[in-house]
């Protein structure tokens, strides 16, 4: 079966809320579904085959798999019945005529207004709108509480207020009675019709407030039916705030919102367009470039095909060249080629402002696409935020879904450190530092690289410490030009040696430098390689020191250490970092001391090589045998100068240090 093609893209699903559509290889949508949960509810139709002649069809036809996420349920009910009219798939019977769910309708194109439910919305009646509600049967339960609460009237007649009695909806307290000029005047019936719209558009903290009140009162003076009702209310209200939802709503009219996500990978733009308060479409627009550069719009656009898909239309869209900020490098491409051949409603929400002179060009060239104005807005705050959040939490659930999940991690945690360290852009390239000794013996270091969120072996070092004042400033230097023991044996006095050597020679090859330099050590490890930095004119350059144990980042600027959280995907990062620098370093070292271990003390003796040292140890048969020979024995082997040479240093009894 296809399906069982889809069964990785599946395990990676969000455990969200949301929408599920199944397409074909055409990218023609065959199903939508709402699901409580997406990884779990699209999982199970793994083991669907079989459950009937339906299911099975789907399953055989369905090749590519789509999903949007919601804050909730009944958003993803909304979505989905707004889906289903738009595209009419084969496979779903139901939601496919013209029904859909209800709205409430406040008449205020009439003198006296009622609340009315209503199956679609026409703006242009001068009527007042709210929902959808879902189920059906919470419109008629808010429609009662408006009579109940307010005291809208639920005739039919035409209000002269010349009727000599109410009827019985007043005596039942579920109307004002605005026939009747005596009980109720025109003005005081346009205010109970006021609050019953700010209900409806869900304003209704306040009200709440004065109808627990109200209830507490009712209960004290023992009017348990009237606080029962009350109650009621309550819980009703309470009900509709939870049900809020963004997928569908009247006020919202015409707009488009844009949200993105950007990583190492490349960028992805998510377009949910809302038509009448509903939205009707998701667009999905996608480049391997993640940030505008040189030939950028050429390039990406050559990257990234094409991609059917079955929630939304997916193309490649390349980000121009230019100064400004990635964000906006890319909603301005975006915006151009998504509106090349689309006009645009009369507002388009974007998630981060534009440069002044680019959103009056664009503003205008979009309104002349419509032939009316057409404003580009980032909203702040309620519904109109709310989608715009949506539609970046989508763009991120599909970039992890689309590029490399390891990838998305990394970008995650990298940008957790931008923030954390307080620099001024993702820290791509990350270099590390780390020494290795034994009581100051074959001391060595080790630097690795890491690049978004990868190691680069091919640039990886290893170092002999050396301890000369040509390679530390102010270190010391000894006649062999072997380690001092101010060096051989500090860690800290080795770390600043070995920073300095390899930015002297990155300074002198012209780069590429890092982000951010990580040191092995706590704050005298760290102050070790800012004198280095300082050194070489590369103070500018962010050292960041790590202490074992603890698990702390200390930096220069900050007195107190910064504590990640534990699991932290940052925080994670930085250990693998660190314990790579150091795997590094220890097999150097390692190396190193078994190299030490294997030579002799012929091998510091001056005049001895590789072919001297192998006939003496042939002809005498070890370092003790050669300590045996006489000098006729070593001249007729070596000759008398060099004879004399091992005599004298073997007499010494010294090994070279």
């Not at 664009?362 to 009316?372: C, D, I, N």
């Not at 050292?543 to 940052?570: C, H, W, Y």
């Not at 294997?598 to 072919?611: C, F, Q």
């Amino acid at each position: 079966m296809p399906i069982r093609d889809l069964k990785a893209q599946i395990a990676r699903l969000p455990e969200q809320p949301g929408v599920y559509l199944f397409s074909n290889g055409l990218g023609e949508t065959l199903y939508v579904g709402k699901a409580r949960t997406l990884r779990e509810r699209v999982r199970s139709y793994l083991g669907a085959y079989g459950t009937s002649p339906r299911i099975d069809a789907l399953l055989n036809e369905a090749s590519g798999l789509e999903v949007i996420i919601t804050d909730s349920v009944v958003e993803a009910l909304a979505l989905e019945n707004n889906l289903i009219k738009q595209r009419a798939p084969k496979f779903n019977i139901l939601l496919r005529d013209d029904k859909t769910y209800p709205y409430l309708q406040l008449t205020t194109g009439e003198a006296y207004p009622r609340v009315l439910v209503a199956r679609r919305v026409n703006s242009r009646d001068g009527h007042a709108y709210a929902g959808p509600f879902m189920p059906a049967s919470l419109a008629r339960k808010t429609m009662s509480l408006t009579h109940t609460l307010f005291g809208i009237r639920s005739c039919n007649e035409v209000i002269t207020g010349e009727r000599g009695r109410p009827c019985l909806e007043f005596e039942i307290k579920r109307c004002v009675a605005p026939c009747v000029s005596g009980l109720c005047s025109e003005d005081e019936y346009a205010v109970a019709v006021e609050h019953t719209k700010l209900f409806l558009e869900g304003r209704n903290d306040e009200l709440l407030s004065t109808l627990r009140e109200r209830m507490a009162g009712a209960a004290a003076d023992e009017r348990f039916e009237q606080a029962a009702q009350l109650r009621d209310a309550v819980r009703t209200i309470e009900t509709l705030r939870t049900r809020q939802q963004k997928m569908a709503g009247p006020e919202l009219g015409d707009r488009d919102a844009f949200g993105l996500k950007i990583g190492p990978a490349g960028a992805i733009v998510q377009v949910f367009q809302m038509r009448r308060g509903r939205v009707v479409e998701r667009v999905e627009l996608v480049t391997e470039a993640a940030t505008p550069g040189p030939g950028g719009a050429e390039d990406a656009g050559r990257s990234a095909g094409a991609v059917p898909a079955a929630a939304a239309e997916t193309r490649a869209f390349a980000a121009p060249d230019g100064t400004t900020s990635p964000e906006c490098a890319i909603l301005q491409a975006a915006i151009q080629q998504f509106y090349a051949d689309r006009v645009a409603p009369p507002e388009v929400h974007i998630p981060v402002p534009l440069p002044g002179a680019d959103t009056e060009l664009l503003e205008k060239w979009l309104s002349t696409q419509a032939e009316r104005r057409v404003r580009l807005v980032v909203p702040k705050r309620g519904e109109k935020r709310g989608l715009l959040d949506l539609a970046a939490r989508n763009a991120e659930v599909a970039y992890q879904g689309r590029f490399n999940e390891n990838v998305a991690a990394h970008y995650d945690a990298l940008e957790t450190l931008r923030v954390v360290l307080a620099l001024p852009s993702i820290p791509r390239r990350v270099e590390c530092f780390d020494i290795s000794t034994i009581q100051g013996s074959e001391t060595v270091a080790s630097m690795v690289v890491c690049e978004d969120g990868r190691m680069k072996r091919s640039e990886y070092r290893k170092y002999r410490i050396r301890g000369s004042a040509t390679e530390v400033p102010g270190g010391v230097r000894t006649t062999e030009g072997t380690p001092a023991p101010a060096v051989a044996n500090n860690d800290v006095a080795a770390m600043q040696e070995v920073v300095f050597r390899r930015y002297r020679k990155l300074l002198e090859a012209g780069g590429p430098f890092p982000d951010v330099v990580l040191i092995d050590g706590g704050k005298g490890q760290l102050s070790a390689a800012y004198e280095a930095l300082e050194q070489l004119g590369l103070a500018n350059l962010v050292a960041v020191g790590i202490a074992k144990k603890e698990e702390l980042l200390f930096t220069r600027d900050r007195p107190e250490p910064i504590a990640l959280p534990t699991g932290s995907p940052a925080l994670l990062l930085i250990q693998r970092i660190r314990d790579e620098a150091h795997r590094f370093a220890v097999t150097f070292h390692r190396q190193s001391r078994a190299k030490r271990d294997l030579r002799s003390d012929l091998d510091v003796i001056h005049g001895i090589g590789p072919r001297r040292r192998k006939a003496l140890l042939t002809t005498f048969g070890s370092l003790a045998g050669v300590r045996r020979a006489t000098r006729e024995e070593l001249e007729r082997v070596v000759g008398r100068k060099t004879a004399d040479v091992v005599l004298s240093h073997l007499a010494a009894g010294g090994r070279a240090s």
